[in-house]
């Protein structure tokens, strides 16, 4: 038996449809937090008591501690660039600022 074009695509577009309808796997949430030369022990969930960081409390109560942390650069002009690029600082060639980064 020869099959024509039309008869291959209709197939394939029917075939979706046929294997049944599956509920999306939940996608997980991600928060982002860009901060500048903040150290943990300053924030109220760590034990502070002269700074008031009310949201990252909430976050804090509800189970959310942020114990790990990435930088691309130690210095924070390179380490955003990065991040929102996904070039490294090398690749970057030292730019100051994510305008820098975007010239190119």
């Known amino acids: 038996m020869q099959l024509s074009r039309r008869h291959f695509v209709a197939g394939g ?18 928060v982002l937090i860009l901060v500048d030369y903040l150290p943990s022990w300053i924030l109220a969930c760590y034990g502070d008591k002269n700074v008031r960081t009310p949201n990252i409390a909430r976050l804090a109560k509800t189970g959310v501690r942020l114990l790990n942390h990435f930088a691309a650069s130690p210095a924070p002009g390179p380490g955003r660039a990065s991040l929102l690029t996904g070039r490294t600082a090398l690749q970057l060639k030292g730019a100051d600022s994510i305008r820098k980064a975007n010239r190119r």
């Open 13 to 30: 577009l029917a075939l979706p449809g046929l294997t049944g309808a599956k509920t999306p796997e939940p996608r997980p949430n991600v």
